[in-house]
């Protein structure tokens, strides 16, 4: 909300603002505790190079997924109508 003083407008200082700089981490912490939006919950996120990283749930299943043995796609039909001819 823009402070006005003889009508001149001018924004609030930057230290009024909610959630603008990131967190930043020491070089020893391993994971933290962050909300993610993929998962809609609160899960332990990786710290890379003293930020927030990735949540691990995420990387879990997504490993798992490409873990995962492809399925081989069915047998296509050759003949349009099988047992006419």
Do not use: W
Not at 39 to 67: N, S
């Amino acid at each position: 909300m823009p402070l006005s003083h003889k009508g001149v407008e001018r924004r609030r200082p930057s230290s009024y603002r909610r959630n603008v700089m990131p967190e930043h981490f020491t070089r020893s912490t391993v994971f933290a505790t962050f909300y993610c939006r993929k998962c809609g919950k609160f899960t332990p996120h990786r710290i890379d190079d003293a930020r927030k990283g990735p949540c691990l749930d995420c990387i879990q299943k997504l490993e798992a997924l490409h873990a995962a043995p492809k399925v081989a796609p069915p047998a296509q039909q050759t003949d349009l109508f099988p047992g006419i001819l």
